[in-house]
């Protein structure tokens, strides 16, 4: 059972955290339950963005714009999530699941490389992958910086705020 708390949710990405790269502080969840999402590095504020928002394409880091590059739709797969970015519908791979490889957006097949799970970490979540147990990881934090899996190593760089978004935000 999921229990979630009651919380305000802002029209858009651009309302719940403000114009700026600042680091998100209100309007985020304690519990991560199926739902549309904005999902920012605790350490910004900087967004998750589909990039090329196509099969293949890595993702980055950006300053939060409100574009559709930057909601993640999440949906519960048995006891795991997928991922799914609302520009392109294709959504989160691990692609080699192996640490320091960049994970991609691929069509939806429903194998554990597109499955993941939600770990509390440090003031928001660790996003693990259910196939190889590696976190998503923002290596260096920068504006177009590169998106790569890596052990679990408890920093800040690992940890992800989710805001979440009304659904007709789409």
């Known amino acids: 059972m999921?229990?979630?708390?009651?919380?305000?949710?802002?029209?858009t990405a651009q309302q719940a955290v403000g114009k700026?790269?600042?680091p998100v502080a209100s309007a985020a969840v304690t519990t991560i339950t199926a739902g549309d999402y904005s999902i920012f590095s605790v350490q910004t504020g900087l967004a998750l963005?589909?990039?090329?928002?196509?099969?293949?394409?890595?993702?980055?880091?950006?300053p939060s714009n409100g574009t559709?590059?930057?909601?993640?739709?999440?949906?519960?797969?048995?006891?795991?999530?997928?991922i799914a970015n609302v520009e392109s519908g294709v959504v989160l791979d691990g692609a080699d699941n192996t640490p320091g490889s960049e994970p991609?957006?691929?069509?939806l097949n429903s194998t554990s490389d597109q499955?993941?799970?939600?770990q509390p970490a440090d003031g928001g979540f660790?996003?693990?992958s259910a196939q190889s147990g590696l976190v998503i990881d923002a290596l260096h934090n920068l504006p177009k910086g590169p998106i790569c899996l890596n052990n679990i190593h408890n920093m800040p760089e690992q940890?992800?705020?989710?805001?979440?978004?009304?659904?007709a935000a789409k």
């Open 159 to 167: 940890v992800w705020k989710f805001v979440p978004l009304p659904t």
């Open 2 to 11: 999921v229990l979630a708390l009651p919380i305000a949710r802002p029209a």
């Open 115 to 118: 499955q993941w799970t939600f």
């Open 49 to 62: 963005d589909g990039g090329g928002n196509a099969q293949r394409a890595r993702l980055w880091l950006y």
């Open 104 to 107: 991609w957006l691929w069509t």
């Open 126 to 128: 660790l996003i693990k």
């Open 68 to 82: 559709n590059d930057q909601i993640w739709v999440i949906k519960p797969i048995g006891s795991n999530f997928t």
């Open 20 to 22: 700026t790269a600042a």
